[in-house]
């Protein structure tokens, strides 16, 4: 683990932003795109909502656009319908999806690197408030954790794929979940 604390920040958000692309990679178009809530989350709009914020919380609140201003979804499209980030739309692919947000990581590594913890920022859709690096690091890998959160129980809901990253790496592999789950229930059921 480094060090630093830009490092170790660093290496925490990779770590969260590898686990949540992996919760899609091996899907089919329709499994990543269909809505598992009443709300109409689902895995490949959990993604898209997450180039955004990170375009904008690395790039665009330090003074460094994603320079790929058509890939990301404009003020326009957003007054028209405020969940054009949470969906994929019909000429996007999971594929392109996942890549353009590897070309948003890259361009957000860039600002981590260039830019100390104490660099201001601001964020445009928070009225204009001073930043800095360190508190956009902490409340993105925050933002991360809770998607990750999300993906992880729409993905166990598709196929029962459960791991921090990928299956089974931080769950037991044998284990016997039918007899836990009924257990649980019975614990429930008493109250």
Not at 1 to 9: F, I
Not at 53 to 81: K, N
């Amino acid at each position: 683990m480094p060090a630093d604390p830009k490092s170790t920040l660093k290496s925490y958000i990779d770590a969260r932003r590898e686990a949540l692309i992996s919760k899609v990679e091996d899907l089919s178009e329709r499994d990543a795109r269909l809505p598992r809530t009443p709300t109409g989350t689902n895995l490949l709009g959990i993604i898209k909502h997450v180039i955004g914020v990170e375009a904008v919380y690395l790039g665009a609140t330090f003074g460094r656009p994603f320079p790929e201003p058509g890939a990301l979804i404009s003020d326009e499209v957003f007054e028209v319908d405020p969940q054009a980030d949470w969906y994929a739309t019909e000429d996007e692919t999971l594929e392109g999806i996942i890549g353009l947000y590897r070309r948003v990581i890259a361009h957000g590594d860039e600002t981590i690197d260039a830019l100390p913890l104490d660099a201001i920022g601001h964020v445009p859709h928070w009225g204009g408030d001073e930043v800095t690096l360190h508190q956009m690091l902490v409340h993105l890998f925050a933002d991360l954790a809770g998607h990750g959160g999300q993906a992880d129980i729409l993905r166990e809901e598709i196929d029962g794929a459960v791991g921090w990253r990928k299956a089974g790496d931080n769950i037991p592999s044998e284990y016997d979940w039918s007899a836990y789950v009924a257990k649980l229930t019975e614990i429930a059921n008493r109250f």
